[in-house]
């Protein structure tokens, strides 16, 4: 539909002879309309109001209300923001394809046209998720690597291949080329996106949302662009808009350098530490100011990245200099740098570093006072000077081991001064954490908890394993890996650790995983690779590995021992995420840090360690050698960078980029407008949302005689609920792989068999790490069934079914952050499919809520000040919640009254509803995003 254009702003921008439709913001103007003071951000907000006015959902009133942003009022105006393209990775974007083939047939089912459920914005998709790091430490390692992902994921694949064929505008990047978000800026992204509409070649800023949380990354070149789960990726592409409130806007002012010895990781994991105290959950944040100017574009890359991580929707650099420098050498056209430039210097988007555009709040950062840093052992916002690490580690430990006392030398007297009653700790289920000055309590061993084995390797190698060793030191994940400052940093220092005679401590499992072919081809080009060969990084695949919970086992023999003296082991990796149970099943601890400090623990070997004054080993003359000796200088790493990489690398790495390799060819791929789904199938099955679904929505209803699955505490993440790593062959998943014939050397992951719903709603809080409070004593999938006498402990799934049998609906209660993490949408869909009508909580992360809401579940959040614990609740008592009745009236209730009986006396108190927007008012009402979306097109094709 043409825009109605209130305001005058359709224009045209003329760029080496080709002419352009724009809307021009300066077109928006009058009495308290201030478009040139805005943050950058939200000038392309107000664009795609502008380009997408229609007089219905999107009017002139909310074009004013942007360009009148009052700075300090909180978020109430809702509008509709349509986002110029999807991007996917394969374990979220399978289940999206899964649901669109679905809902082909439930169109149909309706007596509506099946080929209207088709993509109408551009969808990409890179496969990135399903490489697992099995083999390592060979030369043979990618190859073998490869060759198991085709074993394993051969259905998902057949089925992504036949979802290109058979939805227009959708296009998948085969296995083997990179880790998504690295991609999309190397390639996908445009800065400016072109798309000829009503006959006419328009240019507008390129907007994405996409089914991974890190989709903030392409933030850092001047894209607005943020996570949401896979069900509101499908309505974007079904061209509904993103309904969201226009946000507060955080300014984050960067001065100065980087100081020599720090990194880009360092830097991100200060001003994460930073923007998660502050509080930006639902926030833009924006960065400014003159030290942005000086920031290369990899360093803003790996900033955006970490936007999930501090919690902020975006956290977005405005275009300049950089930005066009960095299009330029990713291969980008002539004619794209020339129209980036022109368009974000005619509209007002291009930097200009003296100006303070008007912000909701302020931070500032000198750059040049960051120093090394690790964040651990379990969130990423938790930032541990390098100079700290040893006694950090020393003080965490204690929550990790087993507190019985004698066998591991550990003095039991120490816990009791630190009680497990700390609701503000964060660990994910309500238990404190000890202070770093642990140590001032004096365990026996005179350090720390000991309990040291002897291991020995098949290949004789015999050493001693204790608390704190690395057991995993990898290179992975999008964040550092697109970062050729700190990608070449590592590979010097392994070049200088070789050239010392150092050599990786046995026991550590050693993974390189770049996030595109050019880090290998820089790597060559450099003569760096043999270098990182001879300390066992030697290349294991192009993917997400070891930061998603593809890590692969660690080492047999290593293994045996970790589980055998139940040993807290670590990992060190330059991902984005370090949660509980994520990683490595035999892992317990794990450490974020940039890739030249994964390298310097490969060689130290243990998280006991001062880098700072302990050697990392010995030389051929047996000399101490010390991190310092073999940290290169910034000067080596530019050197490098200008030598060794060049435009020409990414021309020809993305020359053929969708069309992949001779094995993704070759795969047979089936044909047709909707699926034929196969029966036995055990990684891709039509799941039940629209079973039975009437055209026209039911009532919503109140909930009465609703008992507790499960009670949490804080920072429950999305891996938490919905774990995408090891399926455990005991578990109710790995029952039900077992009881299909499948061997348990095929389970493959979770993330891979996300597109069958039996096993994920068997998976679903299955995390091994998850303690639920309810079910005291256990670590895992476990809950009691007050449906028997007893209330018998049991799992999970096994309890919702007897809860589905006996028609009792489920609540959740929980603490502050809940559902933090990735925009994992299986964390709601698994939700809402065990029988969870509600969930009540302190407090949520954006994605998680929304998320909810998308599946038919109601997000609740306890009065302000108050929690479970606080009302005295057990999770033994019956609920009633009452008021959710008002939305069929088309009013969204500010409160609901929620009444919990069953214990000493009734609990009562007034839940506040978050259903934010109208729009998911909507959602809500229909049972769901999907449903609602269905229903819409149908009434369309009608």
């Known amino acids: 539909m043409p825009s109605k254009d ?31 003071s805005l943050p950058f951000s939200l000038k392309v907000l107000l664009e795609n109001l502008l380009r997408t006015e229609d007089g219905a959902d999107i009017t002139a009133d909310d074009i004013k209300a942007i360009a009148g942003w009052d700075a300090d009022a909180d978020p109430s105006k809702e509008i509709q923001f349509t986002p110029a393209r999807v991007i996917m990775q394969d374990f979220t974007g399978v289940p999206c394809v899964v649901d669109l083939a679905t809902m082909r047939e439930a169109m149909a089912d309706l007596g509506g046209d099946p080929t209207k459920i088709n993509p109408l914005a551009p969808a990409e998709m890179v496969i990135d998720h399903s490489v697992i790091a099995d083999v390592f430490g060979t030369p043979e390692a990618f190859e073998r690597n490869v060759e198991i992902e085709y074993e394993r994921n051969r259905e998902r694949y057949q089925f992504l291949r036949w979802g290109q064929g058979a939805f227009d505008d959708f296009k998948v990047v085969p296995p083997g080329t990179g880790i998504v978000h690295q991609v999309n800026i190397e390639h996908l992204a445009r800065t ?99 030290g942005v100017s000086a920031l290369p574009l990899a360093n803003r890359a790996t900033i955006g990245n970490m936007s999930p991580e501090f919690g902020s929707t975006i956290a977005v650099f405005p275009i300049d200099e950089q930005t066009i420098d960095y299009l330029k050498l990713t291969g980008r056209a002539p004619e794209q740098l020339a129209l980036v430039e022109a368009y974000a210097k005619e509209q007002g988007l291009w930097h200009d570093p003296s100006a303070e555009p008007r912000y909701s709040e302020k931070l500032e950062l000198d750059v040049s006072t960051v120093v090394p840093s690790l964040a651990g052992p379990k969130r990423p916002q938790d930032r541990v000077s390098l100079s700290d690490a040893k006694q950090s580690f020393r003080g965490a430990l204690a929550d990790y081991v087993d507190e019985s006392g004698e066998e591991n030398g550990y003095d039991e007297s120490v816990a009791e001064t630190f009680p497990a009653s700390d609701p503000v700790s964060g660990n994910g289920h309500g ?125 047999p023999e290593v293994s045996a021992a970790v589980n055998e003296a139940d040993l807290a082991v670590v990992s060190v990796l330059s991902g984005n995420r370090n949660f509980e149970g994520r990683i490595n099943p035999d892992i317990k601890m794990n450490y974020l840090a940039s890739p030249p400090l994964v390298v310097a623990y490969a060689l130290a070997g243990s998280m006991d360690v001062d880098l700072f004054k302990d050697p990392l080993g010995q030389d051929t003359d047996g000399n101490d050698v010390y991190m310092k000796d073999i940290w290169p200088t910034p000067t080596e790493v530019e050197e490098t960078i200008a030598q060794a990489i060049n435009s020409k690398m990414f021309d020809d790495s993305y020359a053929d980029v969708f069309a992949g390799d001779e094995a993704w060819q070759s795969l047979p791929t089936p044909e047709g407008k909707t699926f034929a789904w196969d029966p036995e199938s055990t990684y891709v099955r039509k799941p039940p949302y629209f079973d039975g679904m009437p055209a026209e929505p039911t009532p919503v209803t109140d909930i009465e005689g609703a008992r507790v699955l499960l009670k949490l505490g804080d920072s429950v993440t999305t891996d938490h609920i919905s ?205 769901g995003i999907m449903q609602y979306v269905l229903r819409n097109l149908r009434a369309q094709s009608a």
Not at 8 to 21: H, I, Q, R, W
Not at 840 to 857: C, D, F, K, P, Q
Not at 901 to 926: L, M, S, W
């Open 6 to 36: 209130s305001f005058g702003a359709k224009s045209t921008l003329d760029v080496d002879g080709t002419s352009y439709e724009i809307f021009r913001l300066d077109a928006v103007s009058g009495d308290g309309l201030d478009v040139a």
């Open 192 to 290: 400016i996106f072109t798309r000829t509409v009503d006959g006419e070649l328009q240019a507008y800023p390129d907007t994405c949302v996409g089914t991974d949380s890190h989709t903030t990354m392409v933030n850092g070149i001047g894209v607005v662009g943020w996570g949401v789960g896979g069900i509101e990726a499908e309505a974007a592409m079904l061209g509904q808009p993103v309904s969201m409130l226009i946000p507060r806007v955080v300014g984050f002012k960067l001065n100065g350098d980087l100081p020599e010895g720090a990194t880009a990781t360092d830097l991100v994991l200060t001003i994460t530490e930073m923007l998660r105290k502050h509080g930006v959950v639902g926030k833009f944040v924006e960065f400014y100011g003159p």
């Open 431 to 555: 238990e404190a954490a000890p202070p770093t000055d642990y140590l001032s309590a004096a365990p026996k061993d005179g350090g720390r908890p000991s309990n040291p084995i002897e291991v020995t390797l098949e290949d004789g190698t015999q050493f001693t394993l204790d608390h704190g060793a690395v057991t995993i030191a990898a290179i992975t994940s999008c964040t550092n890996t697109s970062n050729p400052s700190v990608m070449i940093g590592a590979a010097l220092l392994a070049k200088k650790a070789v050239e010392k005679g150092l050599t990786r401590k046995p026991w550590v499992k050693t993974t390189l995983a770049p996030g595109s072919k050019v880090v290998s081809d820089y790597y060559d080009k450099s003569g760096l690779t043999p270098y990182l060969d001879k300390l066992g990084f030697n290349l294991v695949g192009y993917g997400c590995t070891t930061c998603i919970g593809n890590s692969g086992p660690l080492i």
């Open 723 to 927: 774990p995408a790593g090891a399926i455990k062959k005991d578990s109710p998943a790995g029952t039900y792989l077992a009881e299909h014939g499948v061997q348990q050397r095929d389970f493959n992951s979770y993330g891979s068999r996300r597109g069958n719903h039996e096993v994920m709603i068997r998976g679903t809080f299955a995390n091994i790490r998850l303690r639920n409070q309810i079910a005291p004593g256990t670590e895992g999938g476990f809950t009691r069934d007050f449906t028997q006498d007893d209330a018998p402990v049991t799992s999970i799934y096994e309890a919702s079914e007897a809860y589905a049998a006996a028609g009792i609906p489920l609540v959740v209660l929980c603490g502050k952050e809940y559902g933090s993490g990735s925009s994992r949408d299986w964390a709601a869909k698994g939700t809402s499919l065990l029988g969870v009508r509600a969930v009540i909580a302190e407090s949520y992360e954006r994605i998680h809520r929304s998320n909810l809401i998308g599946m038919g579940v109601i997000p609740l959040q306890f009065p302000e000040g108050q929690n479970a614990e606080s009302l005295g609740l057990t999770g033994e008592e019956t609920f009633a919640i009452s008021g959710i009745t008002e939305l069929n009236e088309g009013r969204t209730p500010t409160t609901v009254k929620v009444t919990a009986t069953g214990g000493a006396q009734p609990v009562e108190f007034d839940a506040v509803v978050r259903i934010d927007t109208p729009g998911e008012a909507n959602y809500y009402r229909n049972g």
